[in-house]
């Protein structure tokens, strides 16, 4: 109530009535309450939708929209809090400046005397908040109390018959002549009505005043609702009703001599209300006078029973407005503070005593009210500081009308009556209200609200408040995906959806990485990771996973989702992850492995399940890549090491390390705490690498930094570790993707035609930021007599799909036969797993074969002998022509189930790419993803 009256109603009210009139006044006020109703109504929905700390609008709009509009609002409305103070305590100055003059007390000069008398009020109001809610609440009864004595003095008076001065004033009792006079406008000085509305609608700006103080009521989910109403109620009872008693009672116009009374005869020309009163006022209408509603901000001070009683309320209303705001600001900000929203502002969420109180906070509020003070023009901020508080309007409103819209079960408020529709109708209200009080300032507001927004968005702070805008996103994406499940496949829709094969996306950085580039805003790509163990400990390993590298995709910026399974081998695992994951039309369709360089030395079982995998992906109608960088993709056993070295030296680590994906971890509190690695689970993975010797010959530092968690961390290392050689080569090979891609070329060896996915994947990466350098060369197999054609029909064929291309080249020299070394090196490479019929017997070699279905009789070498001097010759000419290439790809040979062996097999994949640049092998399911029909 305090707030909402403040100097409005004994200062500006009377103008207010003499510009509008009385039937527009109360309209003018009116439509005030209906917007403060309205944003009450959504406020007590919200606030009685669980329990209420602390923060005021700020805690309300955060839980309710999320961290980017609750952090903009929360700043600009504690800073518009703080200048309040300022614009209440220039009120009060002045007051105190113009009642000073009347008695010739002059202290300097007029715009001085107020800076004077305003540094020493801000400096009471500031100890009066130092010393606790309990002071603020005890001055804010008793100002309070005087404010209601001086109201009902206003009131009395208005009955009181005047006197010749009052009368000469323009002041007389009620009479239905100044009433009908006054009913209608009569707007002056290029006044109109949206002009006075904005005049007046500061005063309505009060109303979250019991909000902002939240965290100290006994009872903040009845308290605020019914608080806040009765406020308005009462308050808009009150404006109503003096607006009609200082408008039935005084004239607009009148020249304060008591000389202008002459008998009514005397006038019979004048028609104006006073004339018939005893009083002409004709002259107002020549002249400028000082009295009357329009002329005289004192009227109600004049028409009062006693003065000084009016003069004691304009002093309550400015001061205990200014002593909310001063208390209200700190408040809101230091919950903003301790949220940790903007990390730089932390200093201020500090308290102090039993109640938690924001010194410092009050202490920034001090300084920033001094400085509005000494400026003391407060015509260019009031606008805008209006405009603050109606955007905090704006989107209480919206928070409702989001929550209800979003329909989430936790959406249960104990406050009954409210409706989205009226809630989002007290939103475009509130918004238009701003724009009517002043259109540039309603801008500024705004667009300071899209960069604080905008900001906090990408600053990403790690909280999770449910607000609805999570609901909201839910329900959007379920609808979404069911639309689109009803919605038949087109080949112009086709998109690369991945299910990739990663393990631990964190030990495999390069893979994740590589397809991120191309699946990023594109398609869906899903970190798959097969977790084998006891069926007692396997749900809890897996919700171990789970949430450590949801945090390292996050931390990582990568656009992906993490997916775990158990399975008692890695074929099992694989099978579930081929079958189950995804929703509707949100499948993938192309499964991605990393290439198993340690094939040769592993358990033959460990690769024949390998194998298998892109058998059954085949089956289940999923394109394969396999994915192969010359130094391997797995960085396990560097991030052993340095896991090794975070138990070992805790707090170095911790303050190398403020966040990251390994070792130190932020936790949603903005702590910091060391995650156990677990390296036992990292060897269960895809394409193990073989571990690297511990034993440093040659050994050289590597200082390895993170960032926070709003931004990707450069490595996912912390602390100095002590690395070889090779593994110095690996780990910057495994970070080359997160980079952008010098200029050099993606080269496609298109072999078959698969449906196009072999052009489509390396179009898609060129066209993406950190790929847009590289250029894309197509290598195509054909004869020597007709080279030219080939390439020309190969150039048409492209230019029909719009894929952009720098060269052709055919190699007519693709099925000679390879070099007698390569063969050689082959042979030798696979003859481990030979099985030779001539030696052991053929029945020995029967049951050899059954036992060990991967290795390869010689009756299955020479049946694949033509296929295996392909891959040999495929080599050869790969380093020939793409040995420096930035990426080759090229079309995934495919071994017919049951008729190659799984070590022959991966021997061709060995052979193929062994000694390349990156290398991608795909191969489609022969659906077709290219078009040239639009």
Known sequence: MLNIWGVMLFIRLSWIVGQSG??????????????????????????????????????????????????????????????AVAMYVVGFAETMRDLLQEHSIVMVDETNDVRIIGLLTVILIFGVSVAGMEWEAKAQLLLLLILLVAIANFFIGTFIPPDDVKQSQGIFSYKAAIFSENFGPDFRNSETFFSVFSIFFPAATGILAGANISGDLEDPQRAIPLGTMLAIIITTIIYVVAAICVGATTVRDATGATNDSVPLSSYANCTEAACNLGYNFMTCTVSSCEYGLINNFQVMTTISAFAPLITAGIFSATLSSALASFVGAPKIFQALCIDHIYPKLNYFSVGYGRNNEPIRGYILVFFIALGFVLIGELNTIAPIISNFFLASYTLINYSCFHASLANSPGWRPAFQYYNMWVSLFGAVLCCAVMFIINWWAA????????????????????????????????????????????????????????????????????????????????????????????????????????????????????????????????????????????????????????????????????????????????????????????????????????????????????????????????????????????????????????????????????????????????????????????????????QQYRHKQTSGTVDVWWLFDDGGLTLLIPYILTTKKKWQNCRIRIFIGGKINRMDHDKRMMAT????????????????????????????????????????????????????????????????????????????????????????????????????????????????LEVLSQDLPSTLLIRGNQQSVLTFYS
């Open 22 to 83: 009385i039937g527009l006044s109360v309209l003018i006020i009116l439509i005030s309450t209906v917007v403060t109703i309205l944003t009450t109504i959504s406020m007590s929905a919200i606030c009685t939708n669980g329990h209420i700390r602390g923060g005021g609008a700020y805690y309300l709009i955060s839980r309710s929209l999320g961290p980017e509009f609750g952090g903009s609002i929360g700043l600009i409305f504690s800073f518009a809090n703080a200048v």
């Open 443 to 734: 801008l500024v507001t705004c667009f300071v609200v899209l960069g604080l927004y905008l900001y906090v968005a990408y600053k990403k702070p790690d909280v999770n408040w449910g607000s609805s805008t999570q609901a909201l996103s839910y329900q959007q994406a379920l609808q979404s995906a069911l639309r689109l499940y009803g919605v038949e496949e087109h080949v112009k829709n086709f998109r690369p959806q991945c299910l990739v094969l990663t393990g631990p996306p964190e030990i495999r950085p390069a893979l994740t990485d590589f397809v991120h580039a191309f699946t990023k805003n594109v398609g869906l790509m899903v970190c798959g990771h097969v977790v084998m163990g006891s069926r007692r400990t396997l749900p809890r390993e897996l919700a171990v996973h789970t949430a450590r590298q949801h945090t390292v995709l996050l931390q990582r910026c990568r656009s992906a989702f993490y997916t775990g399974v158990g399975g008692e081998n890695l074929r099992e695992g694989a099978m579930h992850l081929l079958q189950a994951c995804g929703v509707g039309r949100l499948k993938p369709n192309t499964i991605v492995l990393g290439f198993k360089r340690n094939w040769r030395t592993v358990d033959a079982q460990e690769f024949e399940d390998y194998i298998n995998i892109i058998h059954d992906a085949f089956d289940f109608q999923y394109s394969v890549a396999v994915f192969r960088m010359k130094d391997g993709l797995d960085i396990s056993d560097i991030l052993i090491a340095q896991e090794e070295l975070a138990v070992s030296e805790p707090t170095e680590t911790l303050k190398q390390s403020p966040g990251g994906s390994i070792g130190p971890v932020m936790t949603e509190a903005g702590q910091v705490q060391i995650v156990p690695f677990e390296p036992s689970k990292i060897s269960r993975s895809f394409d193990v690498t073989a571990a690297s010797s511990r034993k440093r010959s040659k050994t050289q530092p590597l200082l390895l930094c993170m960032r926070s968690a709003s931004h990707p961390p450069k490595s996912p290392l912390s602390g100095r570790v002590q690395l070889s050689e090779h593994e110095q080569k690996l780990y910057s090979e495994s």
């Open 797 to 908: 064929l492209l230019n029909k799909f719009r894929i952009d291309f720098s060269d052709i080249e055919v190699l007519g020299e693709m099925n000679t036969k390879p070099d007698k070394e390569s063969v050689h090196a082959f042979e030798e490479m696979i003859e481990p797993f030979r099985i030779h019929e001539e030696e052991i017997g053929e029945e020995v070699a029967d049951v050899l074969k059954k036992e060990c279905p991967w290795k390869i009789t010689d009756d299955e070498m020479e049946r694949n002998r033509d296929k295996t001097n392909r891959q040999i010759r495929l080599n050869e000419l790969l380093h020939k022509y793409s040995g420096d290439a930035k990426l080759i790809v090229i079309t995934l040979p495919v071994a017919r189930k049951g008729a190659v062996p799984s070590a022959l097999y991966l021997a061709w």
